[in-house]
């Protein structure tokens, strides 16, 4: 039987993709955050120009080395569990891994699939929003007294400091926000690929074409992120929690407090940044991962 279009196994490809990714995320993301835990924003380009304007360049840098760690193993894992529960669900329903999954069979395994990645990445999140929020002038801009040394210099170090202050809880605060953005956002990311790659695939065909998995990946990462956005937000909040400053009791006391003091719009800030990186990041995904999968099927196919 036919297979539904969507990612079957987990292969080298979940390097070259991240990486590509990662160049977008590490300039983008203390953007992100910055405006989902702080106020003093009015917008996008205020915080570009803010964050420039105190640490130059290397502000917009803060952060990443805890995403070039993880994120290829991350994303790696995440396409395997992906596929191997999506098989394992198949042959629970039909008795053979090869029959075509139906809607919420793919939505099951991306659900099960984000709860995955949430034990996996935490700990890194929670390095790369501290890192992210934590301000440190640069010497160019900076006033005549001393620069006091940055509590974090570095992410391990972050990861260090936060185990020892706060436990190891302290690594996986904001673990409940994590689960609720990432069991419903992976869900919705690849039941919309695979939905988009079968509708944009001519009768007759069995592999989207270039257009089908460009359009399909992009807009697939759009709503995943659209859907994600409030949950992300408050993630974002509660792991900028640190011992004796902490503002949140939960997941439920932020969220409460955070449109209490600013307002239902509060779970949407980081919505526009989050769509308009998605949209060419997760078109970039798919292509390269759809371009290796079906080399290596070809290498395979002539041995």
């Given at each position: 039987m036919q297979k539904a279009h969507s990612p079957p196994e987990a292969r080298e490809d979940g390097y070259l993709r991240q990486q590509t990714r990662s160049g977008w995320i590490s300039l983008l993301g203390p953007l992100e955050v910055r405006i989902q835990t702080e106020r003093?924003?009015?917008?996008?380009?205020?915080?570009?120009?803010?964050?420039?304007?105190?640490?130059?360049?290397?502000?917009?840098?803060?952060g990443v080395s805890?995403?070039?760690?993880?994120?290829?193993?991350?994303?790696?894992?995440?396409?395997?569990?992906?596929r191997n529960?999506?098989?394992?669900?198949?042959?629970?329903?039909y008795g053979t891994v090869d029959a075509k999954p139906s809607k919420l069979d793919i939505f099951?395994?991306?659900?099960?699939t984000g709860a995955v990645r949430v034990m996996l990445m935490t700990p890194s999140e929670v390095a790369k929003v501290r890192m992210q929020t934590q301000k440190q002038p640069h010497p160019s801009v900076a006033s005549p007294q001393p620069i006091s040394k940055p509590k974090y210099q570095g992410s391990l170090h972050c990861l260090k400091v936060i185990a020892k202050e706060e436990g190891f809880g302290g690594l996986y605060k904001g673990c409940s926000a994590l689960l609720c953005?990432?069991?419903?956002?992976?869900?919705?990311?690849?039941?919309?690929?695979?939905?988009?790659?079968?509708?944009?695939?001519?009768?007759?065909?069995?592999?989207?074409?270039?257009?089908?998995?460009?359009?399909?990946?992009?807009?697939?990462?759009?709503?995943?992120?659209?859907l994600a956005t409030p949950m992300d937000v408050i993630k974002s909040r509660m792991q900028t929690d640190e011992?004796?400053?902490?503002?949140y009791k939960g997941l439920v006391h932020c969220v409460r407090e955070s449109v209490r003091k600013e307002g239902v719009k509060v779970l949407f800030k980081g919505l526009g940044l989050n769509c308009i990186r998605a949209f060419p990041v997760n078109m970039v995904v798919f292509v390269t991962y759809e371009a290796v999968l079906r080399f290596t099927d070809h290498l395979m196919n002539e041995k």
């Open positions: 003093c924003y009015r917008g996008i380009w205020h915080c570009i120009q803010e964050t420039y304007r105190t640490e130059k360049v290397l502000g917009f840098y803060k805890a995403s070039v760690f993880t994120v290829s193993l991350i994303s790696s894992v995440s396409f395997g569990t992906y529960f999506l098989r394992n669900i198949c042959k629970l329903r099951l395994a991306g659900s099960a953005r990432d069991c419903s956002s992976s869900a919705v990311y690849f039941l919309t690929y695979s939905v988009l790659c079968d509708w944009l695939t001519p009768v007759g065909k069995n592999k989207p074409g270039f257009l089908a998995v460009l359009l399909s990946g992009g807009f697939a990462g759009v709503l995943a992120w659209g011992l004796g400053h902490q503002k």
